[in-house]
């Protein structure tokens, strides 16, 4: 079935006199006069009445389609600066169905979101949508299938409102008393335990736990159909599931517990392709947390091999994503890892672990800041500052403030204590660049000998090499003691031994760099003839 370009149907919405007439007011835009939510152009009819049909006809093709394409040419012709029609303009359209009139919410907010400034009524508004849209699916019969696409998006921008919402919050200092009276009477509106509780209720609900346990058995296929119901049924339930446990990551993440944030996301085994790779979105923010919470973990070598496998997917792929809407968010992911990479391996040098391509493209960065990095000095501390503050997660305070005392900001006080706590560990980590020196010069050395080197008697050179031993192991998520270190040595009789890991010669880089090389000039001579 041919795609129904929705897009180029006829309307008579005014986009130039609407955007003038909201620079002229000064009005916000959803507020503006050139704004009318009761006006439906006929290409948004179309639009809502196709999509209705595929839906009631689960052609998740075409659904595809629509949502990720025709939605943002719409939106980039007729709302650039302004909300989509409401909902209720257009419910008589699609029969006043229920549940799609949720889904059109859900798309409407989240238009909102990423092209104005929400108000704190309409934040509250996309919570009560959220809670409505999760209680049905949790609780009502379901019987549509929706992409992949969508559903990741769904708990994404769940989790992203949930995080906007914390933020505003807590810069109350400038709160008008109308937006005081509206938070104190709406105190559950994105409440973590609310938020938390929807994440788990749809793991457990779908049973995505044991359809992952059953498909290792041989007995389920979820993986393989990427999470589609070919024999009719629905996939939202289950596939919701799968992608809450990632947004249950990122939560966690973003509330500093990163062993739960680690312990939601144990069912998807990230070794392995998985329905969380046929999403890009999901494939990033999958790697990128999970990657952070080990690096706060101090299980670097975990971190160093997902962010090199990720950033050498992202070199490879990014050219196939430039017309998506998530483009500028997967370069910018994709610079927030190359400086968590720089960190990960200037605290654990396994430079071995990275692929020659990440490698280059890493010293091309961050070749330099890593040489001063290794000098522990306030320089090096000011770089491990900028570097985190750059790359982390914008971490949050889920607690409400206290309407009785004075409303003070604290929006940065979240960020300012896992920064501090990161620096606190770089700092511990001071000690072990001079003795990782000098053991990567040796492969045998008395305690006196090196006692003597390290003008230290040899009682504090004895708590040296605990600590040492102490930083370079971690615990995994199994509560199996692993090793960071490149260089690892045992005490026998006074004597050091020391035991390092010889990396083995990859000859399969060079010849990748040059294919990737060779692809990118025939792809150049093709524009070329094009032009």
């Known amino acids: 079935m041919a795609a129904y370009d929705y897009e180029d149907a006829p309307g008579t919405y005014d986009e130039r006199s609407a955007t003038q007439r909201q620079a002229s007011s000064g009005a916000p835009p959803s507020q503006d006069l050139g704004y009318d939510p009761n006006f439906v152009p006929d290409s948004v009819k179309s639009f809502v009445v196709h ?13 595809h389609q629509m949502y990720e394409t ?5 939106s980039d012709r007729l709302f650039k600066d302004t909300p989509w029609p409401s909902v209720d303009a257009v419910a008589h359209y699609v029969d006043n169905d229920h549940v799609f009139c949720l889904l059109y919410r859900e798309m409407w907010f989240r238009h909102l979101y990423a092209r104005l400034s929400p108000t704190l009524k309409q934040r509250i508004d996309s919570w009560d949508n959220y809670c409505s849209l999760f209680q049905v699916v949790l609780h009502g019969v379901v019987n549509m299938q929706l992409p992949n696409q969508w559903l990741w998006d769904m708990v994404d921008e769940f989790v ?18 109308q937006e005081i009276a509206l938070l104190r009477q709406f105190d559950q509106a994105w409440n973590v335990y609310g938020v938390l509780n929807f994440l788990q209720a749809l793991v457990e609900k779908s049973m995505i736990i044991q359809i992952l346990e059953h498909e290792k058995e041989g007995l389920e296929q979820f993986t393989a159909t990427d999470g589609y119901d070919y024999n009719g049924g629905s ?25 739960t944030g680690l312990k939601c996301l144990q069912p998807i085994d990230i070794t392995q392709q998985g329905v969380y790779t046929t999403v890009i979105g999901s494939h990033i923010s999958t790697i990128y947390h999970y990657g952070f919470a080990n690096l706060m973990l101090r299980r670097y070598v975990e971190a160093i091999r997902e962010f090199n496998k990720i950033l050498l997917y992202i070199y ?38 990275v692929e020659e391509t990440v490698n280059s493209q890493l010293r091309e960065k961050y070749g330099e800041k890593m040489i001063r990095m290794q000098r522990y000095d306030d320089e090096a501390f000011a770089i491990y500052d900028e570097l985190f503050s750059y790359a982390c997660p914008k971490f949050i305070t889920p607690s409400p403030p206290s309407f009785e005392e004075p409303l003070v900001n604290y929006n940065q006080d979240a960020y300012r204590l896992q920064l501090k706590l990161f620096l606190y560990e ?10 990782r020196t000098f053991l990567k010069v040796y492969s045998s050395i008395s305690l006196a000998k090196l006692a003597s080197y390290m003008e230290v008697d040899e009682s504090k050179l004895r708590t040296i090499l605990l600590t040492y031993k102490h930083k370079t192991h971690a615990v995994d998520t199994d509560g199996k003691i692993i090793s960071n270190a490149d260089v690892d040595f045992y005490i026998d009789d006074d004597l050091i031994y020391v035991v390092e890991s010889k990396p083995a010669k990859r000859y399969g880089d060079y010849f990748l760099r040059q294919i990737v090389k060779l692809e990118g000039v025939i792809n150049d001579m093709d524009r070329v003839k094009l032009d």
Do not use: W
Not at 160 to 177: G, V
Not at 235 to 259: E, I, P, Q, T
């Open 70 to 74: 025709s939605f943002q040419t719409l």
């Open 426 to 435: 770089v700092k511990q980590q001071q000690l072990l660049s001079g003795i």
């Open 235 to 259: 996939n939202v339930l289950k596939v919701l599931g799968y992608f809450s446990m990632v947004g249950l990551l990122r939560v966690h993440c973003l509330l500093g517990d990163y062993h």
């Open 316 to 353: 490879k792929t990014k050219q196939y994503h430039q017309k998506s809407p998530q483009y500028e968010q997967i370069l910018k992911k994709n610079e927030q890892m190359y400086a968590l990479l720089a960190i990960s391996l200037s605290l654990c040098p396994q430079v071995k672990l």
């Open 51 to 63: 999509l209705y049909r595929h839906i009631r006809e689960k052609n998740v093709y075409e659904i």
């Open 160 to 177: 992203y409102q949930f995080q906007s919402f914390c933020q505003y919050r807590a810069k109350m200092k400038n709160k008008t008393e």
